[in-house]
């Protein structure tokens, strides 16, 4: 009977301590994946979220469609950052907290006068990376031709380029991504990011529904983004990183 105990005691030890395995996609400077270490962003809010319900975790970087099928099988716990929709709500629990708000802004030049308006697109030169899409109202505005001009590059470094010469009034991109180009190139000084943005898409952390994370963890983790966007460390966080991004260029 003592042997049985003891099994049992051990058993719920493991259970406590067991690693929650977290899948994610490579998407900087959301999540990075440079020689083999896992960085970025939205990971070192998560693992502080976890850090502060004292929760072990994995993070594994995979292709999207194959990190949503972990999830969906329960071959992973959770991933991050996952925009919601109907399907995936079947088969995961969404946290109520918004992780990220992935927006869609245009960037100016501290040198240049020009401020957005939707009003009047039709004075502005904007420059756009090819082969992305902006959001539905500004793939529109762009197809018919609403804009004074639209210059398409491969890398954002050359819009950055091209607002320093004064070739481009704006370039629109999503707000993180351009704080990290901007912060690897050292001219964070030198874009003023306009508001509100163009669009918003909020993202979450979502759990499998045949994974180890029960609905009351789901809510140990929500409640734990909660109080840190309420106790001002979720901007610290973010703001920190981005200052630490760079001092390292």
């Known amino acids: 009977m003592r042997s049985l105990i003891t099994a049992f005691l051990l058993s719920l030890s493991f259970a406590a301590t067991a690693q929650v395995k977290l899948v994610t996609l490579e998407y900087p400077p959301y999540i990075t994946h440079e020689d083999k270490v896992v960085g970025g962003v939205a990971v070192e809010l998560v693992e502080r979220v976890f850090e502060e319900i004292e929760q072990p975790i994995t993070i594994q970087v995979l292709p999207w469609g194959r990190a949503i099928k972990y999830v969906e099988t329960g071959e992973a716990d959770g991933i991050f950052t996952a925009f919601k929709t109907e399907e995936r709500e079947t088969f995961a629990h ?48 762009v197809e018919q031709n609403r804009f004074k001009g639209v210059r398409r590059v491969s890398e954002p470094e050359q819009c950055v380029q091209l607002l320093q010469a004064n070739r481009v009034d704006f370039w629109v991109n999503n707000e993180f991504g351009a704080r990290y180009v901007a912060a690897q190139m050292g001219v964070q000084s030198d874009i003023s990011i306009q508001t509100p943005p163009l669009e918003s898409t909020p993202s979450y952390i979502a759990f499998s529904k045949k994974g180890q994370m029960s609905e009351q963890d789901v809510k140990r983790v929500n409640d734990t983004v909660a109080k840190m966007k309420e106790s001002g460390a979720y901007d610290q966080l973010i703001d920190k990183y981005f200052e630490d991004l760079a001092s390292k260029n």
Not at 98 to 117: C, E, K, P
Not at 135 to 140: C, E, K, T
């Open 94 to 141: 969404y946290i109520d907290e918004v992780l990220f708000d992935q927006n869609i802004v245009a960037i100016g030049s501290q040198g240049n006068d020009a401020t957005w308006n939707k009003e009047n697109i039709g004075q502005f030169k904007i420059c756009l990376i090819n082969n992305v899409s902006y959001g539905r109202w500004l793939d529109s505005m």
